[in-house]
C-alpha cells in the first residue's frame, strides 16, 4: 500500500470518526440522566457495570469475530447496530425496553472503538504516530464540542426522544463513508489473543504496565466525571441542560486545542512521560478545586472544568502515542485489553462512588478524584520515553 493510497483512507477514517464523534457527544453526557429517569439515581452505576461487563467479554473475544467476519463488515455491523439500538431508544416507553437498548448501544458503540483503532494503527507507523493519533482524536474532539451544544438545546425542551433519533442520522454519513471509501482498507487479521496474553504483556513489559495504569487512571476520571458531574449539576447545582451544553462545550475545548500539538511535540522533540506528568497535576489540582465552587455561576464551573479537561487532553494523547508505538494492528487483543480500561472502571469507579457517597456529598467526589489523580501523576514520572525522532 503507498503512501498516498495511505493518507488518502486515513483522510475517510478521520471523516467517519468525526460524525461517529458528534452522534456520541449527543448521548454520552445524559445517559446517565436517562436511565436515572427510569430507575433512580441508585441504580444507575449497576447498569453502567453490566455495560462493562458485556463489553469486556466480546472485546476480548474481537480477534475472533474479525477472523470470522472480516474487519470490514464487523464494522458496519456495529454502525448498524448502534444506528438502529439508537432509534430503539428514542421509542422506548418502559424502564426495561430503555435499559436493554442502552446496554447494546453502549457495547456496539466501545466496539467500534476498538474497529477505529485498528483501522488507524494499520494505517500508521511508529514515527508519525503522535501526529495520526492526534489529528484523528482532533477530529473527534472537534465533533465532541459541538454535541452538548446540540444535545442542551434538544434536552432543553425535554425531549430524549429527539435526541436519539438526532445521533441515530447523524451517523448516517459515518456509515456512507465506511461502505464508500474504505473498501480499499487492507484486511486486518489480528492474533489470536486472549485475557491471559494481555496481562502476560503487562507483566512482562514494566512500561505498558505504566501506560496501562495511567490509562486505567484517566478512564476512571472520565467514568465519574461523565457519569456525577451532569447529575451534579443538574439535579444539585440546579443548572438548566442549555447551561450544563454550554459549559460542556467550553470544557471540551482543550481536547481540539492541545492533542495535535502535543502529539507532534512527543513525536519530535520530549517524547511522552513530561508531558503526562503534567497533565495528570494540572488535572488533580483543577478536579480538586471543583469541591470548593459549590451552587456557583456558570463561568467559575466553566472555566475550571475546561482546566481539568487541559490536563485530561494532554494524558489521553501520551496514552494513545506511547502505547500504539509499543504495538501493532495484529495485536487486536492487546488492544482490546488497553480499551477495556474503560470498562473495568465502569464496574469499578461506580462501586467505589457508591461507598464514598455514604460518607460525602455528592461534591466530594471530585476532591477524592484529585487524590487519583495524583496517583496517576506518580506512576507516569518514571515511565521510560520513547525516542523522539525529530523529523
Avoid at 197 to 226: A, H, P, Q
Wanted: aromatic share 16%; with cysteine; hydrophobic share 55%.
Amino acid at each position: 500500500m503507498t503512501k498516498a493510497v495511505s493518507g488518502k483512507l486515513l483522510q475517510f477514517v478521520y471523516a467517519s470518526n468525526f460524525f461517529y464523534g458528534l452522534h456520541f457527544a449527543l448521548v454520552v453526557y445524559v445517559l446517565s440522566t436517562y436511565i436515572a429517569s427510569y430507575i433512580g439515581e441508585t441504580y444507575v452505576g449497576l447498569v453502567y457495570a453490566s455495560i462493562a461487563l458485556i463489553s469486556i467479554f466480546f472485546s476480548l473475544n474481537f480477534f475472533r469475530l474479525i477472523n470470522w467476519l472480516g474487519h470490514r463488515k464487523l464494522t458496519l455491523i456495529l454502525f448498524a447496530v448502534t444506528i438502529l439500538s439508537s432509534l430503539a431508544l428514542a421509542f422506548s416507553s418502559d424502564a426495561v425496553t430503555a435499559i436493554i437498548f442502552v446496554v447494546i448501544y453502549s457495547v456496539a458503540e466501545f466496539l467500534l472503538l476498538i474497529a477505529f483503532d485498528l483501522a488507524v494503527e494499520k494505517l500508521s507507523n511508529d514515527a508519525t504516530t503522535g501526529n495520526i493519533r492526534g489529528v484523528y482524536l482532533t477530529m473527534y474532539n472537534l465533533a465532541f464540542v459541538a454535541g452538548p451544544l446540540i444535545t442542551g438545546s434538544i434536552i432543553g425542551n425535554d425531549s430524549y426522544p429527539l435526541m436519539f433519533v438526532t445521533a441515530a442520522l447523524i451517523l448516517l454519513p459515518s456509515l456512507a463513508i465506511c461502505i464508500f471509501g474504505l473498501k480499499g482498507l487492507p484486511e486486518i487479521k489480528p492474533r489470536d489473543h486472549h485475557l491471559r496474553d494481555g496481562l502476560r504483556v503487562l507483566n512482562r513489559n514494566v512500561n505498558i504496565r505504566k501506560i496501562f495504569i495511567s490509562t486505567f487512571v484517566l478512564e476512571f476520571f472520565y467514568t465519574w466525571m461523565t457519569i456525577y458531574t451532569p447529575l451534579y449539576l443538574h439535579q444539585y447545582a440546579g443548572f438548566a441542560w442549555s447551561d450544563i451544553g454550554f459549559i460542556f462545550m467550553i470544557m471540551l475545548l482543550p481536547f481540539v486545542f492541545f492533542e495535535l500539538p502535543l502529539g507532534v511535540i512527543a513525536d519530535r522533540y520530549l517524547g511522552e512521560q513530561e508531558i503526562l506528568t503534567a497533565g495528570f497535576i494540572i488535572a488533580a489540582v483543577s478536579t480538586a478545586g471543583l469541591y470548593f465552587l459549590g451552587y456557583t455561576s456558570i463561568v467559575p464551573w466553566a472555566a475550571l472544568l475546561f482546566l481539568t479537561r487541559t490536563g485530561a487532553s494532554a494524558i489521553e494523547i501520551m496514552n494513545e502515542t506511547y502505547f500504539f508505538k509499543q504495538i501493532g494492528p495484529r495485536d487486536a487483543g492487546v488492544i482490546a485489553f488497553f480499551r477495556n480500561a474503560r470498562q473495568f472502571n465502569y464496574i469499578v469507579a461506580p462501586i467505589v462512588a457508591i461507598i464514598l457517597l455514604q460518607i460525602m456529598p455528592m461534591q466530594g467526589l471530585f476532591l477524592a478524584l484529585g487524590i487519583v489523580m495524583l496517583v496517576g501523576a506518580y506512576n507516569a514520572s518514571s515511565l521510560q520515553d520513547t525516542e523522539p525522532s525529530r523529523a
